[in-house]
């Protein structure tokens, strides 16, 4: 209630693109939905769209599902020349005249409608190249229904916001919601995107169509996954087959995929199960790294390059490491050089500005301590 009172109404501009928004305590009960703080994740999205229009050369049919102020769908509309036909929607009446106002503030048209959003694509004769599902917390109540209305080669954007689920700060709603087991380890944030993308391609799987991650990340209070979507009974068993368990072991801080859950050692936790395969697409990354001209989304997008060429599923958070070594933290570009010089793999994550990736083992880190 507080929140609604004190919100006012104001113009800005992110991107190239202009909107009237809410601005207040950002929480749900404002009157229209808008988080300023999710500009970075916006101006992604509009450069991901334009790489995907070069994948599938053709322009693009997009849903922005769960629209609030239309921020995401209009600035894909105005900003990524991608866009053949947007449809914008939102349960909120007055979400809804706010996307009408911000469409004719940039003289842009769309179909805009104002319906539950199941309602919505279970009524809809349209297939679409790019959903964007942007939820309260979890998309589950939006995943069946929009995973139907994908073509052949379209892709699924989702935001969580529930990540106490997913870090396992809350195991039992990791469990309950994701259907894995979720627990607090130094690589909890990973594990959150892995978990997560074993959940939808889940869901995918129980309509044949095999959902490949092929752009995520983890950022400030949110988890983004961009899945691509191919039909058929075969490209989805493989991509099931990329589904383990983790067993960590909290002594050695040594982790290992394993197929059965009834296999790990006393001193291992269980984690899992989770997708255990690459959570980019190199060729995207590719393109949108073409497409971008910031320097902070440069850096970015070239850190989850990095990533991508490494196989593992998790990563070393050094704090961590020095804390139980009793050691101090050296410098990670020093370790990086080092163990690259030895033949390894190593990067940083875009997760934490203190973790490696590598395909080293801990024993071989912790020598570099
Ligand atoms: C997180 S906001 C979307 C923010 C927007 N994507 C942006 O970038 O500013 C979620 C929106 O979903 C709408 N919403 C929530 N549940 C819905 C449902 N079941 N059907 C349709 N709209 C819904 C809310 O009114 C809210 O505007």
């Known amino acids: 209630m507080k929140a609604r009172m004190s919100a006012k109404k104001i113009k800005i501009v992110e991107g190239r693109t202009r909107f009237w928004v809410y601005q207040g305590e950002i929480t749900r009960k404002l009157p229209v939905f808008f988080n300023p703080d999710k500009e970075f994740d916006r101006t992604l999205s509009v450069i991901f769209l334009k790489a995907l229009k070069k994948l599938l050369g053709r322009d693009l049919i997009v849903l922005d599902l769960l629209s609030g102020s239309g921020a995401r769908g209009i600035r894909l509309l105005n900003e990524s020349n991608a866009v053949e036909k947007l449809f914008l929607n939102d349960f909120n009446p007055r979400a809804v005249s706010f996307i009408k106002k911000n469409l004719e503030l940039n003289e842009l048209n769309a179909e805009v409608s104002n319906l539950e ?25 939006f995943l069946e229904n929009s995973i139907k209305r994908l073509k052949n080669k379209g892709v699924l954007a989702i935001t969580i916001t529930d990540c106490g689920a997913l870090y396992g700060t809350y195991p039992k709603a990791g469990f309950r919601k994701y259907h894995s087991i979720v627990r607090r380890t130094p690589f909890s944030h ?9 959940h939808v391609i889940e869901r995918g799987s ?6 490949e991650p092929i752009f995520s990340h983890q950022t400030r209070h949110y988890f983004r996954m961009y899945f691509q979507a191919r ?11 990329k589904i383990k368990f983790l067993a960590f072991n909290q002594k050695t801080l040594e982790t290992r995929l394993i197929e059965k859950e009834f296999n790990i050692k006393k001193e291992e936790i269980l984690l899992g199960p989770l997708f255990a395969g690459n959570l980019q697409n190199k060729e995207v990354l590719k393109l949108m790294l073409e497409y971008q001209d910031e320097k902070k989304i440069e850096k970015f997008l070239k850190t989850l390059y990095d990533e991508a060429e490494i196989n593992a599923v998790s990563f070393y958070e050094l704090p961590f490491i020095a804390k139980k070594l009793h050691k101090n933290v050296p410098k990670i ?11 390894y793999k190593a990067s940083r994550t875009h997760i934490s500005g203190q973790g490696i990736k590598t395909n080293a083992s801990i024993k071989e880190l912790i020598k570099l301590f």
């Open 117 to 141: 959003a199941n309602e919505f694509l279970i009524n809809t004769r349209q297939y679409f190249d790019f959903i964007d599902v942007d939820p309260f917390g979890s998309c589950n109540p």
């Open 190 to 198: 990973e594990l959150g995107l892995r978990v997560l993308a074993k």
């Open 206 to 211: 129980e309509q044949e169509i095999a959902l």
């Open 231 to 241: 039909r058929g009974a075969s490209r989805t068993d493989k991509l099931l087959e």
């Open 333 to 343: 570009d020093f370790l990086i050089k080092k163990l690259k010089k030895k033949g």
